[in-house]
Antibody, heavy 120, light 105 residues
Framework: EVHLVESGGGLVQPGGSLRLSCAAS????????MSWVRQAPGKGLEWVAN????????YYVGSVKGRFTISRDNAKNSLYLQMNSLRAEDTAVYYC?????????????WGQGTLVTVSS | EIVLTQSPGTLSLSPGERATLSCRAS???????LAWYQQKPGQAPRLLIY???SRASGIPDRFSGSGSGTDFTLTISRLEPEDFAVYYC??????FGQGTKLEIK
């Protein structure tokens, strides 16, 4: 059974940094594109970042480019999101999600999410 | 950037009724990359439909998707109590619509 478990969320001050992790199990992690998707409180879904199987392709939504970095460790079956220069508008539940196929394919499995709150 | 607009914003129906949810794109999108998700309060989204009309694994056949070009539809043929949730469309694995809340009338 596929499992994705996020961790690393919490309260951080504006301008601060946080690193999210996603532990994957139940599938061959190294064979899939992986992504981060976020949801601000009471709002809709927003795709944040994508990474291909070997990490050679990375894509970001415009609002986080230059501040967030997606990475993965296939040996540890883990996905990461390094978030720097955090802003109040980055406050959201962050989900790790597996892509069904290539870079444009939908998300067929999601983690339960981890809450990031940016506030002074 | 392609913008997805979902309508209505809120849909109030009773169990047993038919639900029709719309997703309109600002320009033509490939049906291959149009997906629908269901999200219940406090839960992660769940993939319902991909490729505009293919049901994801384990999704009941009362859920169906259709459409092409700029207009796509999610239909729930006969609403069950567990179907009341928020529904999102998505294109090319990135842009999401703003969601339609399906509530019990």
């Amino acid at each position: 059974e596929v499992h994705l478990v996020e961790s690393g969320g919490g309260l951080v001050q504006p301008g601060g940094s946080l690193r999210l992790s996603c532990a994957a199990s139940g599938f061959t992690f190294s064979s899939y594109w992986m992504s981060w998707v976020r949801q601000a409180p009471g709002k809709g879904l927003e795709w944040v970042a994508n990474m291909n199987q070997d990490g050679s392709e990375k894509y970001y939504v415009g609002s986080v480019k230059g501040r967030f970095t997606i990475s993965r460790d296939n040996a540890k079956n883990s996905l990461y999101l390094q978030m720097n220069s955090l802003r109040a508008e980055d406050t959201a539940v962050y989900y790790c999600a597996r892509r069904q196929g290539g870079s444009g394919s939908p998300f067929d499995y999601w983690g339960q999410g981890t809450l990031v709150t940016v506030s002074s | 950037e392609i913008v997805l607009t979902q309508s209505p914003g809120t849909l109030s129906l009773s169990p047993g009724e038919r639900a029709t949810l719309s997703c309109r794109a600002s320009q033509s999108v490939s049906s291959s990359y149009l997906a629908w998700y269901q999200q219940k309060p406090g839960q992660a989204p769940r993939l319902l439909i991909y490729g505009a009309s293919s049901r994801a694994s384990g999704i009941p056949d009362r859920f169906s998707g259709s459409g092409s070009g700029t207009d796509f539809t999610l239909t729930i043929s006969r609403l069950e109590p567990e179907d009341f949730a928020v529904y999102y469309c998505q294109q090319f694995g990135t842009n999401f619509g703003q969601g339609t809340k399906l509530e019990i009338k």
